[in-house]
């Protein structure tokens, strides 16, 4: 939110384009073509989709996937690429680092482990893997809907680059920090943010 407004980037968003149309930098008569309203529906699609998994507790399911048995922060650091990188690829980037965020500092807290390497691995991840698919991010969804590629299509050939991407974004970060992620880790049973019923 602005300091001195009282609304979000969404608000904001929907003040500037009406302005714009007051002013006459965009004609009313241009508005429903200058919306490109078939990502604006597939985004809320995406959303009202992630809202339904969180209710499922999907989420849940991911943060134990995470933890389970993961007994080194290298290992640990991996499964949070390879994580983040296939939620992002069938939901949108922005909403698998917002919810998995909280899982990932709590687990790093919990277990004294530095925040810096497993939430670099988060961002970079996410937003590799949701190049996979036309649905992992609002870029992809403007240029399927735009070209008219069809998905498997558009899957065939940026899976393959994701799936390189995250590999090689995957041995950079244990390569870089390597001092970092030395000894073991001992999770508790449970961590904070891995329940959503509570």
């Known amino acids: 939110k602005f300091k001195w407004m009282?609304?979000?980037?969404?608000?904001?968003?929907?003040?500037?384009?009406?302005?714009m149309v007051f002013f006459g930098i965009v004609p009313p008569s241009l508005f429903p073509i200058a919306v490109d309203w078939d990502t604006i529906?597939?985004?809320?699609?995406?959303?009202?989709?992630s809202t339904y998994l969180d209710r499922d507790n999907v989420w849940g399911l991911a943060a134990k996937l995470l933890l389970y048995?993961?007994?080194?922060?290298?290992l640990f650091l991996?499964?949070?690429?390879?994580?983040?990188?296939f939620m992002s690829s069938i939901l949108t980037n922005d909403t698998v680092c917002v919810t998995l965020t909280p899982i990932v500092v709590s687990a790093c807290l919990?277990?004294?482990?530095p925040l810096l390497p497993f939430l670099m691995a988060l961002a970079t991840s996410a937003n590799i893997g949701s190049a996979a698919l036309p649905v992992g991010n609002p870029q992809n969804m403007i240029i399927a809907t735009k070209s008219g590629i069809e998905?498997?299509?558009?899957?065939?050939?940026?899976?393959?680059?994701?799936?390189?991407?995250?590999?090689?974004n995957t041995i950079g970060l244990l390569l870089y920090f390597?001092?970092?992620?030395?000894?073991?880790?001992n999770f508790a049973s449970r961590v904070e943010g891995t329940?959503?019923?509570?």
């Open 195 to 198: 329940d959503h019923d509570e």
């Open 151 to 168: 998905f498997l299509v558009f899957f065939k050939v940026c899976a393959i680059a994701a799936v390189v991407g995250v590999t090689l």
């Open 6 to 19: 009282s609304i979000g980037r969404h608000g904001a968003a929907a003040v500037g384009g009406s302005l």
């Open 41 to 49: 529906v597939l985004l809320l699609g995406m959303m009202l989709m």
């Open 69 to 74: 048995k993961a007994h080194s922060p290298s």
């Open 178 to 185: 390597k001092k970092d992620l030395q000894g073991t880790l």
């Open 110 to 113: 919990k277990t004294r482990q």
């Open 78 to 85: 991996v499964r949070v690429c390879c994580i983040s990188a």
